[in-house]
């Protein structure tokens, strides 16, 4: 576990990124122990993605990649992301690959391609500022965490309690007794590795606390303050309206 990886993976609460507008991230920073752009759902282009990086600041910068292509992976690598959270992962065989292709020599397989000169670079202190984390969103996933996890360079798992009844064939019912048992066991196996764990969506496993959280979008967030900012002006005319007939009340005795 790095240092990186320990800051944004216990006791945090992550903002998923879906607008892509660099104005938005600045807003909700304060909001954000970190923020994870989703390109899974809606691909992002190196400028934007550059933007949005630099309008996050010092808050954590994590990406869900549309695919794990190795071209993919080292791209938003070489941008400067923190870190990845992994998506269709169902083998320790495949993981162990993928990681390989993100990490520079001896620990991996990433050229490296320095856009400026620079002197004595650390390749392993870059290896080890790159925080990997497995999505679990499918039972094929959860049945073989156990060698997931023992994967060199694995941080922690996110599990989407939704997509994975889903994925069970249980509908989108989060609740149901299997999809319960199957988040439970998921939640033992990375404690048992003392791997984080998080949840993303608002769904809960029945007596287990989550290491982290991604528990809303952007776009979420950006409404609720949008409708209290509405409600604050209409709040203050009410408060206004009450202030005569008092006085008129106080008037007429």
């Known amino acids: ?63 869900r990649p549309e695919n794990t292509d190795k071209a993919t992976l080292q791209k938003y690598l070489n941008l400067g992301v923190d870190g990845l959270v992994l998506p269709d992962i169902h083998y320790a065989a495949e993981l162990e690959k993928i990681i ?86 998921i939640a033992k196996t990375a404690a048992s590795y003392e791997l984080p764990w998080g949840i993303e969506g608002s769904e809960s496993i029945e007596n287990m606390t989550a290491n982290f959280t991604v528990a809303v979008r952007d776009i979420d967030l950006l409404s609720a303050q949008s409708n209290a900012a509405i409600a604050a002006p209409q709040k203050e005319e009410e408060d206004e309206d009450d202030f005569p007939a008092f006085t008129l009340s106080a008037r007429r005795e």
């Open 1 to 63: 576990m790095t240092v990186l990886s320990e800051a944004i993976l216990h006791n945090t609460r992550g903002v998923i990124l879906l607008l892509h507008d660099p104005l938005v991230v600045q807003i909700l920073r304060g909001q954000a122990d970190f923020f994870l752009l989703d390109c899974a759902a809606r691909p992002c282009s190196p400028e934007i993605v550059t933007a949005l990086m630099h309008a996050a600041g010092e808050t954590q910068f994590l990406v």
């Open 100 to 185: 390989a292709t993100c990490l520079y020599p001896p620990e991996g397989l990433r050229p490296y391609r320095p856009l400026m000169p620079a002197d004595k670079i650390s390749l392993e202190a870059i290896n080890d500022q790159i925080t990997f984390i497995v999505e679990i969103a499918h039972i094929q996933t959860a049945v073989q965490l156990s060698e997931i996890a023992e994967v060199t360079g694995v941080n922690g798992f996110l599990v989407s309690p939704q997509r994975l009844s889903i994925a069970m064939e249980k509908g989108s019912d989060a609740a149901h007794p299997s999809v319960q048992q199957a988040l439970q066991s």
